[in-house]
């Protein structure tokens, strides 16, 4: 296929061949093919053959030739007809590179994309050109406009994190509504359960199943499973269903956030497996309730906690990730912390112990304080930026 598509691609462009377009408005569908060869004398010919195998020895195909002048002159006519249409136009020349990058299409294996991968995070990562490799040919990019560049960045930095010193990705995504959220996270599932071998979870409100597995597959051919508890299955793309918790036909699992918070801290198998990714979108409903220290987690709080402690890598979205207080920003970073002492230190870091503080200091509010080492020899001169770490010591504000 691909030496055909480069020779009609070389005859277009050296004008050997010339295409014209007719829009759908002018005859519909045209679905009639027929032709005039000349080489010394001309025949005429109708209809087609497909040149399979399968049409060879199963299908009923007709092709015929009329040598005579009357039809020779006929088809002519009708060919005249639709070339000379005055809403006919020459095939654009933006399809005609298109077939030359067609043509020149190197298929990757998996391992190459990989390997490809691996060459450019151990160049540091600044520009990762192979990333999107695997959306390339997905209706995301062939039908729509692909995505924009703060997508890319996110993308673009869970991956640097995720392959990064710390093997992980925690990561909160708290752009405005409608700045395309889904297909960031989506995209990121799948650049994630490519590199590994580990199953991906991802927790939406139940209301968004649907909408989430369709555009996976519809926007980029990712195929995925979402739990229904009603009927005990997985169900797939497609619509197929598969019973048992354990048996999920997909890398990447959609499960209900709703179901998650029933579960709370009951046993079940989606805290018994360990994940490459987890992620939970519409994020502030996992929330904690009251004030000071007696500040207690909801049900899906204390699930997502749990499932953070299985992942490598974390992902939480919310375009709210503040509704009435500060706090409840600090308490979603406290969940990407779990097994994480990169986010907010450790359990007596000063991030952790005097939240409001830091808060406080995050936004502005506050300048910092002299910074004091976990070695205890001297102090950080006074700042308004947050210090820089020396190697092996913990800093606090």
Same mark, same amino acid.
């Given at each position: 296929m691909r030496e055909r598509l480069r020779l009609l691609h070389a005859a277009l462009l050296s004008g050997q061949v010339e295409i014209r377009v007719l829009p759908d408005e002018a005859f519909g569908f045209m679905h009639g093919k027929a032709g005039v060869i000349t080489n010394g004398t001309k025949t005429a010919f109708m209809g087609s053959v497909n040149d399979t195998a399968n049409a060879w020895s199963r299908n009923y195909e007709l092709l015929w030739e009329d040598a005579s002048p009357e039809g020779v002159a006929w088809v002519q006519a009708e060919f005249d007809a639709l070339w000379n249409h005055h809403l006919a136009v020459p095939l654009a020349r933006a399809v005609i590179d298109d077939l030359k990058r067609l043509a020149g299409r190197h298929d990757l294996t998996l391992q190459e994309w990989r390997d490809l991968l691996q060459d450019d995070l151990s160049g540091g990562g600044h520009?990762?050109? /192979?990333?999107?490799?695997? $959306?390339? /040919?997905?209706? $995301?990019?062939?039908? /729509?406009?692909? $995505?924009?560049?703060h997508q890319k960045a996110f993308i673009h930095q869970t991956v640097l994190a995720h392959s990064g010193p710390f093997k992980r990705a925690r990561l909160l995504l708290a752009d405005q509504v409608g700045l395309g959220k889904t297909l960031q996270l989506a995209v990121s599932a799948q650049i994630i359960a490519l590199q590994g071998e580990k199953p991906v979870l991802i927790a939406v409100p139940k209301t968004l199943l649907g909408q989430w597995q369709a555009e996976m597959w519809d926007l980029l051919r990712v195929p995925s499973a979402r739990w229904d508890s009603g009927v005990k299955g997985w169900v797939d793309e497609r619509g197929r269903v598969t019973r048992g918790f354990r048996n999920c036909p997909r890398r990447i699992a959609l499960v209900s956030s709703s179901w998650l918070a029933f579960l709370g801290d009951a046993q079940h198998e989606v805290f018994e497996q360990e994940y490459d990714l987890v992620i939970l979108d519409e994020a502030h409903r996992a929330r904690k309730a009251g004030k000071g220290r007696q500040r207690r987690p909801n049900n899906l709080y204390r699930a997502i906690r749990r499932l953070a402690t299985r992942s490598r890598s974390m992902l939480l979205a919310t375009a709210t990730p503040v509704q009435l207080d500060l706090i409840e920003a600090h308490d979603l970073l406290q969940i990407l912390s779990e097994g994480a002492p990169e986010v907010l230190g450790g359990p007596f870091s000063r991030w952790n112990m005097y939240a409001d503080e830091g808060l406080a200091l995050a936004v502005g509010r506050q300048e910092s304080r002299p910074v004091s080492w976990s070695s205890g020899v001297g102090t950080a001169p006074r700042s308004r930026r947050a210090a820089t770490r020396t190697a092996g010591s913990t800093p606090t504000f």
């Open positions: 520009d990762l050109k /192979e990333v999107l490799a695997p $959306l390339i /040919e997905a209706p $995301l990019y062939t039908n /729509e406009m692909g $995505l924009w560049p």
